[in-house]
């Protein structure tokens, strides 16, 4: 016989969990209301009938914002996790047909991952998967937080930014290398550049969210001093090159889609860099989901196709990527000429304490097994 404070699991619907995992990561009754697809007062009424069966209130107004229990979030994790084991089950019963089936994937990934890997995704399964949708979600601190509270289903992430550890599983997926990007009117840069003429030019400075770019913590590592007028994000600085004498650091792969509509140069830099690896990153929880183990495929597919050995876009041409590297003397004699020449003024970074996995490891698995 149930104890008198057990709950009446006849009181319990499915959909009602449902509702309290959708509250529970957004914090917020009109977005849980659209990411099920129902209306506020709908999702206003569900909410009171999860006080009425928890006895708690499960979000409480602080200011201008939700906040939820100390019991909601007992309880969050379990649920998660048990709306996936069903969700699992489900799926590994009659598996997944991507042709017939309905699905929607939520992946977060930065601007510049979005033009790379997932545009060639969207076109796809608008040609072959039209039940398939994909939410883009831009690139934040919480990222992986999101991964954990069910938000996003991916997270494409520098594999230098992403520690590892927790209950997640990550795949390398592509590298691509970085190439010097000039106004292409300046007739100041030849077909070539030397790290002298690298560090005495005004330098475009980009950050990835709150991190520099993986560029700038490898010129430090190497010495090499910038002349730094001016910081933007990655996506924007391309085309802010126009008319100045300003250069930067750009992928290849996207340097390659915007040169023209930008107006801009590309150059192989004068220095070593190591290519920027980007890694999928989920939740271990959904490893053996069919849908998901369909949309990882996907993403391989493309970035096979899209992406060469040595991370440039196959078929298009490069500028020589056998330039010769940059000599210990240039490097002294460019720190020299800076004024700066151990390199610890404003251009000196701390990447959060993450060594950038790129400096001569390769990215690992995190796969089971």
Partial sequence: MPSSSSVDLNRVDLNLLVAFDALMAERSVTAAAARLSVGQSAMSSTLGRLRALFND?????????????????????????????????????????????????????????????LQPLLAYATAHTPNIGLRIQPMGMTAIEQLVRGQTDLVIIPRAVFPGGGDFCWEPLYTDRYLLAVDAANQEVGDTISIEQFSTLPYLATHFDLHPSLPEPQLDLL?????????TGIAAAPFLLRGTRLITFISASLGSRIAS????????????????????????????????????????????????????????????????????????????????????????????GVEPVGLGASPATGRPG
């Fill in 223 to 231: 010495g090499i001093p910038r002349r730094v007028e001016a910081t």
């Fill in 57 to 117: 209130p499960v979000l409480v107004r602080e200011g201008r914002t939700m906040v939820a229990t100390p019991v909601a979030e007992s309880l969050a994790g379990p649920v998660r996790e048990t709306l996936d084991r069903i969700q699992s089950m489900l799926s590994n019963r009659r598996g997944f047909d991507p042709a017939a089936d309905e699905r929607t994937f939520t992946v977060t990934a930065s601007d510049y991952t979005a033009v790379a890997v």
């Fill in 261 to 352: 509509a930008a107006g801009i140069r590309l150059l192989e830099p004068p220095m070593p860099l190591q290519p920027l690896s980007e890694t999928m990153v989920w939740a271990r929880r959904l490893d053996d989901d069919p849908a998901h183990r369909w949309l990882r495929q996907q993403l391989h597919r493309i970035a096979e196709e899209h992406f060469g050995e040595d991370g440039h876009r196959a078929g298009e041409a490069w500028p020589d990527r056998h330039a010769a590297p940059a000599k210990p003397e240039d490097v002294r004699q460019a720190r020299a000429r800076s004024g700066d020449p151990w390199n610890l003024g404003p251009g000196k970074h701390v990447f959060n």
